[in-house]
């Protein structure tokens, strides 16, 4: 953590308080270095989708998934994210695809399928929800849909006793371009990109996700927070409002990401459900769990 306050210092003010999490920092950790490769912008579903061998991961195919799955591209099988601390692993080139349909509310965005760069959500709106800030910038954002049902959320938490508040919600290509070169420079692009999302690859550019934390801003976007309430009522209930716990505890080497328990991620109310009673990761019911070993 004390990476992301030194390096939020050196960023400019519109970025103020950037949270942890993909695509701004989670403590630089024993995690494999993406293979994406930023600018790589192909249009539509990318051909190359040849898996390089069979995943073994629960509730996944080996093949690539028919892009039918709504919002995903053809799953293409790189190794990407690979184990704890292994770390070592060729970067490969064709790993970056471009999201065919980003204004998909199942569209998945990770360190293998990206937003085109020039992608902006049309519908982005300010939820009517405490942050833990004042200002109504850009990262209080979400896509309509996404804020209405944040609003329930919140309001169904309070219900609850739980008050929650947002730390950050969407961010645009040139934001999280900012933030990803910021560590570039500190870090090196290698590493960088071991904590950082690059630009078009972080879910909070499709306007659809929000770090959550409680309304006193305690841990916010911080492993602690993953010992509150508010994360327990949280895993509990956030599908009931069409959010998933984007990045699941033990699932690291599926989402590429260290659990997130403040990551939500808006998919509807009916996948959503689904997704948290089986357990599921998005890859993993998007069929685009791409290959670790
Ligand atoms: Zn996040």
């Not at 601390?85 to 204004?103: C, H, I, L, N, R």
């Not at 992608?119 to 939820?127: H, R, S």
């Not at 069409?242 to 328990?261: D, H, M, N, S, V």
């Not at 997704?275 to 998005?282: C, D, E, F, R, V």
Request: proline share 6%; net charge neutral; glycine share 8%.
């Amino acid at each position: 953590m004390k990476k992301t306050s030194l390096t939020v210092l050196l960023l400019a003010s519109s970025m103020t308080l950037f949270a942890a999490c993909e695509g701004s920092n989670a403590s630089p950790s024993p995690q494999t270095p993406d293979t994406s490769k930023p600018g790589n912008a192909a249009t539509g579903t990318a051909p190359n989708g040849s898996a390089a061998g069979s995943t073994t991961t629960p509730g996944s195919t080996a093949t690539p998934a028919p892009s039918t799955a709504p919002g995903a591209g053809s799953a293409a099988n790189t190794g990407s994210t690979g184990d704890k601390g292994k770390g070592t692993e060729t970067p490969k080139s064709d790993s970056d695809q471009v999201v065919a349909k980003p204004d998909s509310v199942s569209v998945l965005v990770n360190k293998q399928f990206a937003l085109p760069s020039n992608y902006e959500p049309a519908d982005l709106v300010y939820p009517d929800v405490p942050f833990i800030f004042k200002e109504k910038i850009e990262k209080r954002k979400m896509r309509k849909e996404a804020a209405a049902a944040l609003e329930k959320l919140f309001a169904g938490a309070k219900k609850d006793g739980v008050n929650l508040a947002g730390v950050s919600a969407y961010r645009s290509y040139a934001t999280q371009k900012a933030v990803f070169n910021n560590y570039v420079k500190t870090d090196g692009e290698e590493k960088a990109k071991t904590y950082s999302a690059v630009p078009g690859h972080s879910e909070h550019e499709t306007g659809l996700a929000i770090d959550v934390s409680g309304s006193d801003g305690k841990c916010a976007a911080q492993d602690c927070f993953g010992a509150t309430k508010e994360a327990e009522w949280l895993a509990k209930h956030a599908s009931e409002y069409g959010f998933i716990i984007r990045y699941l505890k033990g699932k690291e080497a599926i989402t590429g990401y260290q659990y997130e328990p403040w990551h939500i991620r808006y998919v509807g109310v009916d996948m959503a459900k689904e997704i948290a009673s089986k357990g599921l990761t998005l890859e993993e019911y998007l069929n685009a769990v791409p290959v670790n070993k």
